[in-house]
């Protein structure tokens, strides 16, 4: 009789492995909520106050979905996250603590609330540190770094960097304009005067601060990690994928404010206005996902990475 057992290598823990989030129990999910409402607690003004200006600034209605990307990618790693070993690291605790005595600093002395609101980040990435140690960091640093693009920016930094947009975007829909036959167009900073068959067309167009781009530039930035992120590719090429949103706003900006000027001389400046104005806006994400396909999807063609599959040894023992 020929008996033949095969001795196969494996990284798998003994056991019976979590691949739901219902597998770690009441306790923990108790224990998630505790955490959960003491931060809440003291954190909620800062909390509220972000909300407010994700409802009343339409610059950061896109924070609703930072928080759900967040979870996404926790998520994605749940099979590992699920199947740690926690090793509490009270450097995580040295750093909590450092973040709460820091908070009232940050209130009663240098009276930002940019950084009252960015604190709770740091705060978060302690308490992971503390409970679940570096095993745990590996796979949530980017849920909880991620979590930054839903603070919005201290509204006077915010209309100085869109400044050189407006401007930017002026500047090249002049251009375009000018280059039409009847069309005579200057920029003035981020007024754009035209003349159209030798009358003045009044008012003059104005690039306001929800035509910088800055929107777009921070939303499809927010987007941009998660998609570098998510797809599976090298790193060098996620790298680029990121970079790129940024000069694909722009491009996309300045096709929206060449766009707008086309509408008010040749159609009606109502037609650049309130809802068709922030249509026009909404039209231009298909156009940067468009750019950002076809850029991933270049850099696929023209760079292919050589794949080797790794089998496993086997060995077989012969027993008469």
């Keep these: 009789m020929n008996e033949r057992t095969a001795f196969i290598p494996s990284n798998r823990q003994p056991g019976p492995s979590r691949t739901d989030w219902r597998e770690l129990g009441i306790h923990t999910y108790i224990k998630i ?69 820091a908070y009232p600093f940050v209130i009663f002395q240098l009276k930002i609330a940019y950084f009252q609101s960015l604190i709770m980040i740091p705060v978060l990435g302690a ?17 909880v770094l991620y979590l930054y693009f839903a603070v919005p920016l201290p509204g006077r930094f915010y209309r100085e960097v869109t400044i050189p947009m407006r401007v930017l975007a002026a500047r090249v829909a002049c251009v375009l304009l000018d280059s039409l036959r009847a069309v005579e167009a200057t920029a003035n900073g981020v007024i754009i005067d035209v003349v159209l068959n030798g009358k003045r067309i009044e008012p003059p167009l104005d690039v306001a601060e929800a035509c910088s781009g800055m929107r777009l530039l921070m939303t499809f930035l927010a987007l941009g990690v998660a998609m570098a992120y998510l797809h599976y590719r090298p790193i ?48 231009m994400l298909p156009l940067a996902f468009g750019l950002y396909g076809l850029l991933a999807r270049f850099m696929s ?17 012969k027993r008469d």
Excluded at 127 to 143: D, N, Q
């Design 127 to 143: 308490i992971v540190l503390f409970l679940g140690g570096w095993r745990l960091v590996k796979y949530t640093w980017l849920p």
């Design 301 to 317: 063609r023209l760079f292919v990475e050589e794949t080797s599959s790794v089998t496993a040894d086997i060995v077989v023992r």
């Design 33 to 101: 909520f505790i955490i959960a409402g003491l931060f809440f607690y003291l954190f909620h003004i800062e909390v509220y106050r972000i909300v407010y200006r994700w409802v009343t600034d339409s610059s950061w209605s896109h924070g609703f979905l930072i928080p759900f990307f967040s979870l996404y990618f926790l998520n994605q790693r749940k099979d590992q996250i699920l199947n740690l070993q926690f090793q509490p690291n009270y450097l995580g605790l040295f750093f909590l603590i450092g973040c709460i005595v």
């Design 236 to 283: 060098w090429q996620r790298i680029i994928l990121l970079l790129s949103t940024i000069p694909i706003a722009i491009l996309c900006n300045i096709v929206r404010v060449t766009v707008t000027g086309f509408i008010y001389i040749f159609v009606a400046p109502k037609y650049t206005q309130g809802i068709y104005h922030d249509a026009l806006g909404i039209g």
